[in-house]
């Protein structure tokens, strides 16, 4: 075995003991995400008993999750329409995080990007929801842009796209990624629509 192949099956021997850890051996990192979802649903009025608690799941790669739970939802309604299948899209701006680009390229979803403009540098709801088509299995936006942190104006995109699927009956859902946003969000209205 040359000195490469050693190094590389380390690093998967790694990999492996590290997830096992992570997930079955040590509660720690269980117990930390307790405690933050917890406080999250504090903060959201979460409709929590006096002694009751909220239960976590942390996980790597929800992003991808969610994408495919949205590509399947879509999927199952076109089928029971007897409707094709074949070119789901996703709708984000090009701001997004890479986690919304490898989703689209493992799960073989048109990656629908909306440009940005000289002097706004989010994704326009507007221009969204104009790209939003019968295949569109979701609408991505971002609290906490990547290249700048600023919040996307979520409520005009429910707006915009709540009166399109009124008209078209297609469905299309958002999805917010709120991992970097989201804990500021709880705490103030005004950043919850600019
Ligand atoms: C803004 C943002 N979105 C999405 C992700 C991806 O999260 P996950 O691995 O749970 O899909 C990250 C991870 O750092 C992130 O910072």
């Given at each position: 075995m040359t000195g490469t192949g050693q190094?590389?099956?380390i690093r998967r021997r790694v990999g492996?003991?590290?997830?096992?850890?992570?997930?079955?051996?040590?509660p720690t990192p269980t117990s930390l995400d307790n405690r933050c979802v917890n406080?999250?649903?504090?903060?959201?009025?979460?409709?929590?008993?006096?002694?009751?608690?909220?239960?976590?799941?942390?996980?790597?790669?929800?992003?991808?999750?969610?994408?495919?739970?949205?590509?399947?939802?879509?999927?199952?309604?076109?089928?029971?329409q007897g409707l094709p299948i074949d070119k789901p899209n996703i709708v984000t701006?090009?701001?997004?995080?890479?986690?919304?680009?490898?989703f689209a390229r493992y799960f073989e979803v048109e990656l629908k990007e909306v440009?940005?403009?000289e002097d706004y540098y989010v994704m326009d709801p507007a221009k969204a929801v104009e790209m939003v088509d019968e295949n569109s299995i979701c609408v991505a936006a971002i609290l906490?842009?990547?290249f700048t942190g600023e919040f996307e104006y979520v409520k005009l995109l429910n707006d915009l796209l709540a009166e399109k699927n009124a008209k078209t009956a297609w469905e299309t859902p958002i999805h917010v990624d709120a991992a970097s946003g989201g804990f500021i969000a709880s705490m103030g209205e005004e950043y919850q629509c600019q």
């Open positions: 190094k590389l099956n492996e003991v590290n997830s096992l850890s992570f997930c079955c051996l040590s406080m999250i649903a504090n903060l959201f009025h979460a409709p929590v008993g006096q002694d009751e608690a909220v239960i976590s799941c942390g996980i790597v790669a929800s992003s991808e999750s969610a994408g495919l739970a949205f590509k399947m939802k879509w999927q199952h309604r076109r089928k029971a701006g090009v701001n997004v995080q890479v986690c919304w680009e490898k440009k940005l403009s906490g842009s990547t």
